[in-house]
C-alpha cells in the first residue's frame, strides 16, 4: 500500500532563512506523482509544487522548490527566504500512477512557524 | 476564477441528524473530490466526479454517506444519522489536467462537529 510518511510535526525558521520539510514515500509503482499542499489557518489546501516520477530534475514554483530523490523515496519541499506568510500547516501527497482521476495520499503534514 | 466554494462553513449538528454540505467546483473544472481530514491527520479521500458520475468511492464512505452531482456543476455530501465519529473537517477539491499533473484546487472546507 502506499504511504506518505512526514517525520516533522513542527518547524521553526527565522524570516529570509531558508527551511527544508522531509517527506518520504512508499509505493510498488514505477509511475506516480508527487504534491506540496500548504494549509493555513483558514482551511483552505493551496497547491504548491508537484514532481512526476520520470521527472529527471527537480520541480521547482518561485521561492519553492522539490529535492527529488527517487533511490531514497524522498520528496523534500525547501522553500528559501522564509516569510511570515509561509507559517502553515504543509501536506505532502502522493498520487498513484501518475493518473488523473486518483486519490491524492496525503502525510500528516508539518506546521511550519516562521518568526521575524 | 471566484475558487472552490462551499457552503456552510460550519455545522453544529446532534447525533442522528442528517447534514448536507454543498460544494461549488471552479466551473471549467470537470473532475469533483470530497476529501476528509480530522485534527492532526491530513485529508483522506471520499469520493471523485468526472462531470456527473461518480467513479471512485474509498472504503471511508460509509452508507450514511451519499455524495451526487446532478448536473457536472456543484456537489452535495449528504451525512445521515450522524456520529460523534464524523466530526472532521470536509473539503472539496476541482481539478484540471495541466501538462503530466492534475491539479488539485481546494475550498476552504465545512467543519462538521457532532454533539
Known amino acids: 500500500a502506499q504511504k506518505i510518511t512526514q517525520t516533522q510535526p513542527g518547524m521553526f525558521v527565522q524570516e529570509k532563512e531558508a527551511v527544508t520539510l522531509d517527506c518520504t514515500y512508499d509505493?510498488?509503482?514505477?509511475?506516480?506523482?508527487l504534491f506540496w499542499y500548504k494549509q493555513p489557518s483558514s482551511g483552505e489546501m493551496i497547491f504548491l509544487i508537484y514532481?512526476?516520477?520520470?521527472?529527471?530534475q527537480n520541480a521547482t514554483e518561485g521561492r519553492y522548490s522539490l529535492n527529488f530523490q527517487k533511490a531514497r523515496k524522498s520528496a523534500n519541499l525547501v522553500i528559501s527566504a522564509s516569510q511570515l506568510g509561509d507559517s502553515a500547516m504543509y501536506f505532502c501527497?502522493?498520487?498513484?500512477?501518475?493518473?488523473?482521476?486518483?486519490?491524492?495520499?496525503f502525510g500528516k503534514g508539518t506546521t511550519l512557524s516562521v518568526s521575524s | 476564477d471566484t475558487g472552490v466554494s462551499q457552503d456552510p462553513r460550519h455545522k453544529i449538528t446532534k447525533r442522528g441528524q442528517n447534514v448536507t454540505f454543498r460544494c461549488d467546483p471552479i466551473?471549467?473544472?470537470?473532475?469533483l473530490y470530497w476529501y476528509r481530514q480530522t485534527l492532526g491527520q491530513g485529508p483522506e479521500f471520499l469520493t471523485y466526479?468526472?462531470?456527473?458520475?461518480?467513479?471512485?468511492k474509498s472504503r471511508l464512505l460509509s452508507d450514511r454517506f451519499s455524495a451526487e452531482r446532478p448536473k457536472g456543476s456543484f456537489s452535495t455530501l449528504e451525512i445521515q444519522r450522524t456520529e460523534q465519529g464524523d466530526s472532521a473537517m470536509y473539503l472539496c477539491?476541482?481539478?484540471?489536467?495541466?501538462?503530466?499533473?492534475?491539479?488539485?484546487?481546494f475550498g476552504s472546507g465545512t467543519q462538521l462537529s457532532v454533539l
Open positions: 477539491a476541482s481539478s484540471f489536467v495541466q501538462g503530466a499533473a492534475e491539479k488539485l484546487f
Open positions: 509505493t510498488s509503482d514505477q509511475s506516480y506523482g
Open positions: 514532481q512526476g516520477s520520470y521527472d529527471e
Open positions: 501527497a502522493m498520487s498513484e500512477a501518475n493518473q488523473a482521476g486518483t486519490a491524492l495520499i
Open positions: 466551473s471549467e473544472h470537470n473532475r
Open positions: 466526479f468526472q462531470n456527473e458520475a461518480q467513479l471512485e
